[in-house]
C-alpha cells in the first residue's frame, strides 16, 4: 500500500457524529418525512379514536382487558400526537422538550401497558380461578393510574434536560466526546 492509500484509509475520530439523539437536528433536508408524519398522525388518530369509541360506546368497559385497551389506545394517541410536532419545521429549545416528553410518554405508557396487558393474560390463562377477584375492573383501572403516574415520571427527565441540537448549536450539560478528545 502507497503512503496516499494510507493517509486514506486513516480517520479522524473527530470526523465522525457519535450524538445518536438528534431529535432536532434540523440539518438535513428531507421533504418527504413530513409528509410521511402527518399521514401516519392521520391513520394513528383514525384508528386510536375508532378504538376508544367502541371500548366506550359499545363494551361499556367490564373487565380489565378493556380497561388495559383503553389505555393503550389512549398510549398511542399520546405518541400520535407527537409526529405533527416532528414535522414541524421551526424548532427551538421549547418545542424540543415538548416533542421528547409527548413521545417519552407516549413510548413509555405503550409499553407498559402491553406488559400490564401480558400479565393480565397471563393470570387469566394460568391462574384463571385464583385470579377472579385481583382480575377486576376496579384493579384495572387503579393500575392503569399508577401506569400513567410512572410513564409520566419516566418522560419528565427525557423533556427536561436539553441535549439536542436545535438549529446547529448543542444545548449539553456534558461535554462532547470531541471536547473530550481536543482537551486531553
Not at 4 to 20: F, G, L, P, Q, R
Not at 93 to 114: A, D, E, H
Not at 168 to 183: I, K, P
Request: neutral net charge.
Amino acid at each position: 500500500m502507497s503512503s496516499s492509500e494510507n493517509e486514506a484509509v486513516k480517520t479522524n475520530s473527530s470526523d465522525y457524529s457519535y450524538d445518536y439523539n438528534d431529535t432536532c437536528n434540523t440539518s438535513e433536508d428531507n421533504s418527504a418525512q413530513p409528509a410521511l408524519l402527518y399521514i401516519l398522525f392521520s391513520f394513528g388518530v383514525l384508528g386510536n379514536v375508532t378504538v376508544m369509541w367502541v371500548l366506550l360506546r359499545l363494551i361499556k368497559m367490564k373487565t380489565m382487558t378493556d380497561v388495559c385497551l383503553l389505555n393503550l389506545a389512549a398510549s398511542d394517541l399520546v405518541m400520535a400526537a407527537s409526529l405533527p410536532l416532528l414535522a414541524t419545521s421551526s424548532l427551538n429549545l421549547v418545542s424540543c422538550k415538548v416533542i421528547r416528553g409527548v413521545y417519552q410518554l407516549g413510548l413509555y405508557s405503550g409499553t407498559l401497558f402491553v406488559a400490564f396487558m401480558s400479565v393480565d393474560r397471563y393470570l387469566a390463562i394460568v391462574h384463571a380461578v385464583a385470579a377472579m377477584t385481583t382480575r377486576s375492573l376496579r384493579y384495572g383501572i387503579i393500575i392503569s393510574i399508577i401506569i400513567w403516574i410512572i410513564s409520566t415520571a419516566m418522560a419528565i427527565p427525557e423533556a427536561l434536560v436539553p441535549r439536542d441540537r436545535v438549529r446547529g448549536s448543542v444545548y449539553s450539560q456534558t461535554t462532547s466526546l470531541d471536547e473530550r478528545s481536543t482537551a486531553v
